[in-house]
């Protein structure tokens, strides 16, 4: 499918992470640099890995499966590498191995960045994680069969719902269970 638009692309400003353009009449923002995330499915006996952190264009806490950027520190680094090293940050398990489950535009109407979404098995508990100094990272292993139950309660407890989480409540929102 072609561009609406056979207007010219315009940056309208950029900063270390992000970008604004302009296409025709079309605004949007962008990831700078060709940096785009890695989105990390932890599954460790029925249990799976959730992070919780406040978000500042949100104003608040959001609840989301353990994510980091790919490229920020290093033009050309891997998924997998950027996959393993947010998830030993964010919740202190270290992966056996990463594997590239596909790439998805995060919202497409209004944002071009796009994410990797990755499965990371053979889990091992090397710390505490909880992210870089100042992100305050709590982390949450949660039964897979309690996870509707507790997204539930977050979002009773005022926190944002990633959309991500989508991968692990998809059947119970259709009424089917797999």
Do not use: C
């Not at 590498?81 to 594997?99: F, K, M, P, Q, S």
């Amino acid at each position: 499918m072609s561009s609406p638009s056979s207007a010219p692309v315009e940056t309208m400003w950029e900063g270390r992470f992000i970008t604004v353009r302009r296409q025709g009449t079309w605004e949007y923002v962008g990831r700078a640099r060709s940096i785009h995330a890695a989105v990390i499915l932890a599954v460790i006996d029925g249990d799976v890995l959730l992070v919780e952190q406040y978000r500042v264009p949100l104003g608040g806490p959001s609840l989301e499966l353990p994510a980091g950027l790919v490229g920020d520190n290093e033009a050309g680094e891997a998924i997998e590498i950027a996959a393993a090293r947010e998830l030993e940050e964010e919740t202190g398990y270290r992966a056996a191995e990463i594997e590239i489950l596909g790439r998805f535009a995060s919202s497409p109407g209004m944002v071009s960045e796009t994410f990797t979404l990755v499965r990371a098995t053979g889990l091992t508990k090397v710390s505490d994680g909880g992210g870089e100094e100042g992100e305050n990272i709590t982390v949450h292993r949660v039964p897979l069969a309690q996870i509707e139950a507790f997204v539930a309660e977050k979002r009773a407890a005022g926190l944002f719902m990633d959309v991500k989480l989508l991968t692990l409540l998809g059947s119970a929102l259709l009424g089917v269970r797999i």
